[in-house]
């Protein structure tokens, strides 16, 4: 449970005895008639998300309504203690529940198809009818439709209790008239006499219909429709999946390093903030905490979708679940329970899994009128047929029919389930998709702004070029240069420093080390009287740049680029550039970005030439400059006010308000929590590639909840007509019904494919 507003409380409540969208739809109209609730029933995810006046209500209230309307509701566990899975409402122990649906529901739909398949080929087959099959068909029928088919009348009887009608009413009626029927005709008629046959085809039945038995139907049907229960059942898991291997990712005991060097194994749940605990190579990182001790390359490909390992130490900060690949490392809590990232990433999955798209909910309405509707559709097809002097069974035949083949099942599925997989998919991949309206504007996204600093560069300053004069070999300026900056804390030494010992090796120990406010630095390295700093530093000792050197400055200033002079023993050596660095992947995404018809804008708070610099290296050619942190969301708005339909990518504080202006904000999950909450698309890898790869799925996914939504409108609009004109008998509308849900869910499963388009 979690508070969303002074006196408003938000829980996720699981749902269960759920069995069709006529049900989540039932349970959304009660809660929402409650003062002040506001609920979103979802029927793939069997889960319902409240939001609440925790004033005047509570969590009993909430699940004591939907009780009376005859389902079940849990709440979540207390937030104490908890670990990552169960920090996520509703996922504690997720595997049970479904391996408890789906033993049982087998075994039903295995005995049920045992006996209903001689049932059916009796029926099918005049030549195998020997004297008295009927009553071999009913003894093997009669359990199909009693036991095989409770679930559907417990169901049916449970909602009749509470006036309402479902889609099990549909078929408890369909299956139970049929078995009705077939008892009369047997007990009363002259089905039960020896020699008689069963005409299934409607042309050659009697008119008083007493010759006719639909055991065959009612077994048949019971059969399809467990089938496509068990398959819906089955596929369902699957699509959740993702989510449920993202929980389980997380290490379940750690080794904690109490006072004096004390270990002790301990459940990770039992992890505080503060703790110092140990990893060692091959272990998972139990929690996100920074390194206090030892370096590694960690693994962090099962959270952001990257295989190559990072490289951290001392003061670097990890993340849970992550994999510890080299050496050994000992670290320090800073995030435990529900504040991990992992926890974070699988809190937004299933936040976005729970939604629901403008779409869906045209089909929830349609869905809790559709059971009402399909009765009387019904009760009118055996009343126009019997009007229109058609033989009873012909009127029987075909009410049963549109009984039978009505699916609001598939409307219900449509959206969640693409969800689903489509967000689960995304979460292997490093991408988070906070919700369903957030699939609607990747599609009208037409202009994407991307800032520059930590988005298209990498955010830090980096050594990019050394430039020597004639007799100064570029080892000797690097191992000279960046042993004096090494002594130095400004970002720019920090830069010289990492690249000269990248470079060059361990760097020597400087001594007389002095630092010259907005000049430089200066010092004795390995004998020789060492400058380096601003130009303006070399000319108060008298020297100058030499021609070569001197141009060398001016092109690296012209590009935007800091130029540091390096000069020793009294003669200027050479010239070394630092920038922020262009992210080796950022032209490529912005190739990729144009081929989803997307148009790029570079925007930065650097001056124009550092900006146009940057744009022309990754090919965009519109540059917004100079722009001020707070000026950043009226240049979205401006751009919006122009007809643009704009997406922004930005990791920064100040990237915030712009993101949350933008019709799709793509946060990088490198970047700030400020960020990342104010974006719609999250990219835990600071990649933007990722972020095409980001908006081709989140694309892909609103395809497959429009063609999901297309065919369970158009079976139903094709379906009932038909079984209503007699052109469907009952056993055949049942495996029409079945197979409409198994195909959403199938259509839906196909996103599992999708794939990162690396390289």
């Given at each position: 449970?979690?508070?969303?507003?002074?006196?408003?409380?938000?829980?996720?409540?699981?749902?269960?005895?759920?069995?069709?969208?006529?049900?989540?739809?039932?349970?959304?109209?009660?809660?929402?008639?409650?003062?002040?609730?506001?609920?979103?029933?979802?029927?793939?995810?069997?889960?319902?998300?409240?939001?609440?006046?925790?004033?005047?209500?509570?969590?009993?209230?909430?699940?004591?309504?939907?009780?009376?309307?005859?389902?079940?509701?849990?709440?979540?566990?207390?937030?104490?203690?908890?670990?990552?899975?169960?920090?996520?409402?509703?996922?504690?122990?997720?595997?049970?529940?479904?391996?408890?649906?789906?033993?049982?529901?087998?075994?039903?739909?295995v005995v049920s198809a045992l006996l209903s398949l001689p049932v059916v080929v009796l029926a099918m087959v005049p030549a195998w009818q020997f004297t008295y099959w009927q009553w071999l068909s009913l003894t093997l029928a009669a359990p199909v439709v009693v036991w095989g088919a409770l679930p559907f009348h417990r169901a049916a009887f449970t909602n009749a209790r509470h006036g309402a009608?479902?889609?099990?009413?549909?078929?408890?009626?369909?299956?139970?008239?049929?078995?009705?029927?077939?008892?009369?005709?047997?007990?009363?008629?002259?089905?039960?006499?020896?020699?008689?046959?069963?005409?299934?085809?409607?042309?050659?039945?009697?008119?008083?219909?007493?010759?006719?038995?639909?055991?065959?139907?009612?077994?048949?049907?019971?059969?399809?429709?467990?089938?496509?229960?068990?398959?819906?059942?089955?596929?369902?898991?699957?699509?959740?999946?993702?989510?449920?291997?993202?929980?389980?990712?997380?290490?379940?005991?750690?080794?904690?390093?109490?006072?004096?060097?004390?270990?002790?194994?301990?459940?990770?749940?039992?992890?505080?903030?503060?703790?110092?605990?140990?990893?060692?190579?091959?272990?998972?990182?139990?929690?996100?905490?920074?390194?206090?001790?030892?370096?590694?390359?960690?693994?962090?490909?099962?959270?952001?979708?990257?295989?190559?390992?990072?490289?951290?130490?001392?003061?670097?900060?990890?993340?849970?679940?992550?994999?510890?690949a080299g050496g050994r490392l000992v670290v320090r809590a800073t995030r435990v329970g529900a504040d991990t990232q992992l926890a974070r990433m699988a809190k937004l999955v299933e936040d976005a899994q729970n939604g629901k798209a403008a779409a869906q909910r045209l089909a929830d309405r349609i869905s809790a009128v559709f059971v009402p509707l399909v009765i009387a559709l019904a009760l009118?097809?055996?009343?126009?047929?019997?009007?229109?002097?058609?033989?009873?069974?012909?009127?029987?035949?075909?009410?049963?029919?549109?009984?039978?083949?009505?699916?609001?099942?598939?409307?219900?599925?449509?959206?969640?389930?693409?969800?689903?997989?489509?967000?689960?998919?995304?979460?292997?991949?490093?991408?988070?998709?906070?919700?369903?309206?957030?699939?609607?504007?990747?599609?009208k996204a037409d202009t994407i702004v991307l800032d520059k600093t930590g988005t298209v560069t990498t955010g830090t300053m980096t050594l990019l070029a050394v430039h020597t004069a004639d007799d100064t070999g570029e080892a000797e300026v690097l191992r000279l240069a960046g042993a004096l900056e090494n002594a130095s804390e400004h970002p720019i030494a920090r830069a010289v420093a990492a690249?000269?010992?990248?470079?060059?090796?361990?760097?020597?120990?400087?001594?007389?080390?002095?630092?010259?406010?907005?000049?430089?630095?200066?010092?004795?390295?390995?004998?020789?009287?060492?400058?380096?700093?601003?130009?303006?530093?070399?000319?108060?000792?008298?020297?100058?740049?030499?021609?070569?050197?001197?141009?060398?400055?001016?092109?690296?200033?012209?590009?935007?680029?800091?130029?540091?002079?390096?000069?020793?023993?009294?003669?200027?050596?050479?010239?070394?550039?630092?920038?922020?660095?262009?992210?080796?992947?950022?032209?490529?995404?912005?190739?990729?970005?144009?081929?989803?018809?997307?148009?790029?804008?570079?925007?930065?708070?650097?001056?124009?030439?550092?900006?146009?610099?940057?744009?022309?290296?990754?090919?965009?050619?519109?540059?917004?400059?100079?722009?001020?942190?707070?000026?950043?969301?009226?240049?979205?708005?401006?751009?919006?006010?122009?007809?643009?339909?704009?997406?922004?990518?930005?990791?920064?504080?100040?990237?915030?308000?712009?993101?949350?202006?933008?019709?799709?904000?793509?946060?990088?999950?490198?970047?700030?929590?400020?960020?990342?909450?104010?974006?719609?698309?999250?990219?835990?890898?600071?990649?933007?590639?990722?972020?095409?790869?980001?908006?081709?799925?989140?694309?892909?996914?609103?395809?497959?909840?429009?063609?999901?939504?297309?065919?369970?409108?158009?079976?139903?609009?094709?379906?009932?007509?038909?079984?209503?004109?007699?052109?469907?008998?009952?056993?055949?509308?049942?495996?029409?019904?079945?197979?409409?849900?198994?195909?959403?869910?199938?259509?839906?499963?196909?996103?599992?494919?999708?794939?990162?388009?690396?390289?």
């Amino acid at each position: 449970m979690s508070t969303t507003a002074p006196g408003t409380a938000e829980v996720e409540l699981a749902i269960g005895g759920m069995t069709c969208a006529s049900c989540a739809a039932r349970i959304e109209k009660k809660l929402n008639r409650m003062a002040g609730v506001s609920a979103t029933v979802n029927y793939a995810t069997e889960k319902a998300k409240v939001t609440y006046d925790a004033d005047g209500l509570g969590v009993g209230d909430l699940i004591t309504t939907v009780e009376a309307t005859g389902y079940t509701a849990t709440a979540p566990p207390p937030p104490q203690r908890r670990g990552v899975a169960e920090a996520v409402p509703g996922q504690a122990g997720a595997d049970a529940p479904e391996a408890d649906e789906l033993g049982p529901l087998r075994q039903r739909l295995v005995v049920s198809a045992l006996l209903s398949l001689p049932v059916v080929v009796l029926a099918m087959v005049p030549a195998w009818q020997f004297t008295y099959w009927q009553w071999l068909s009913l003894t093997l029928a009669a359990p199909v439709v009693v036991w095989g088919a409770l679930p559907f009348h417990r169901a049916a009887f449970t909602n009749a209790r509470h006036g309402a009608a479902t889609m099990d009413t549909l078929i408890s009626i369909g299956t139970l008239a049929a078995l009705l029927w077939s008892l009369w005709a047997l007990f009363f008629g002259t089905a039960g006499h020896p020699g008689m046959t069963h005409p299934f085809e409607l042309s050659v039945t009697r008119s008083d219909g007493a010759g006719n038995i639909y055991l065959e139907a009612a077994a048949g049907v019971t059969t399809f429709i467990l089938a496509g229960r068990y398959f819906e059942a089955r596929s369902k898991r699957r699509a959740g999946a993702a989510l449920r291997a993202l929980l389980e990712l997380g290490a379940k005991e750690v080794t904690v390093v109490r006072e004096g060097g004390r270990e002790e194994r301990v459940p990770t749940e039992r992890l505080v903030v503060g703790d110092r605990f140990l990893v060692r190579p091959g272990e998972k990182i139990a929690t996100d905490g920074d390194v206090v001790e030892g370096s590694s390359a960690v693994d962090a490909s099962m959270l952001t979708g990257e295989s190559v390992p990072v490289e951290v130490g001392v003061g670097d900060a990890v993340t849970g679940a992550t994999l510890n690949a080299g050496g050994r490392l000992v670290v320090r809590a800073t995030r435990v329970g529900a504040d991990t990232q992992l926890a974070r990433m699988a809190k937004l999955v299933e936040d976005a899994q729970n939604g629901k798209a403008a779409a869906q909910r045209l089909a929830d309405r349609i869905s809790a009128v559709f059971v009402p509707l399909v009765i009387a559709l019904a009760l009118g097809t055996l009343g126009f047929w019997l009007a229109s002097g058609a033989a009873l069974t012909t009127a029987f035949t075909a009410a049963v029919a549109v009984l039978i083949i009505a699916c609001p099942c598939a409307l219900g599925l449509a959206t969640p389930t693409a969800l689903m997989v489509g967000t689960g998919r995304g979460a292997q991949l490093g991408i988070l998709i906070k919700g369903p309206e957030v699939l609607e504007h990747t599609r009208k996204a037409d202009t994407i702004v991307l800032d520059k600093t930590g988005t298209v560069t990498t955010g830090t300053m980096t050594l990019l070029a050394v430039h020597t004069a004639d007799d100064t070999g570029e080892a000797e300026v690097l191992r000279l240069a960046g042993a004096l900056e090494n002594a130095s804390e400004h970002p720019i030494a920090r830069a010289v420093a990492a690249g000269a010992a990248r470079l060059a090796g361990p760097l020597p120990t400087p001594e007389d080390f002095a630092n010259l406010p907005g000049l430089g630095v200066q010092g004795v390295v390995e004998g020789h009287a060492v400058l380096v700093g601003r130009e303006k530093l070399l000319t108060e000792w008298a020297m100058e740049l030499p021609p070569g050197l001197a141009r060398a400055r001016s092109e690296a200033e012209a590009r935007g680029r800091t130029a540091i002079a390096v000069a020793w023993d009294g003669q200027a050596r050479a010239v070394l550039e630092v920038a922020d660095a262009v992210k080796d992947t950022s032209a490529e995404a912005v190739r990729r970005l144009r081929a989803l018809g997307l148009t790029p804008i570079l925007l930065t708070g650097d001056n124009e030439a550092v900006a146009r610099s940057v744009a022309a290296e990754v090919g965009i050619e519109e540059v917004i400059a100079e722009v001020l942190p707070q000026d950043k969301v009226e240049v979205v708005k401006r751009l919006q006010a122009q007809g643009r339909s704009v997406a922004m990518v930005g990791d920064g504080v100040n990237d915030a308000a712009a993101l949350a202006q933008a019709d799709l904000g793509l946060a990088m999950g490198t970047g700030t929590d400020a960020a990342i909450e104010a974006g719609d698309l999250t990219l835990v890898r600071g990649d933007l590639r990722v972020a095409a790869d980001a908006i081709r799925l989140a694309r892909k996914t609103l395809g497959t909840i429009r063609s999901n939504l297309v065919w369970a409108f158009g079976y139903n609009i094709l379906a009932l007509p038909l079984a209503a004109a007699g052109f469907l008998n009952p056993m055949i509308a049942g495996a029409a019904m079945a197979f409409s849900s198994v195909s959403v869910v199938a259509n839906s499963l196909r996103l599992r494919t999708f794939r990162a388009a690396d390289g």
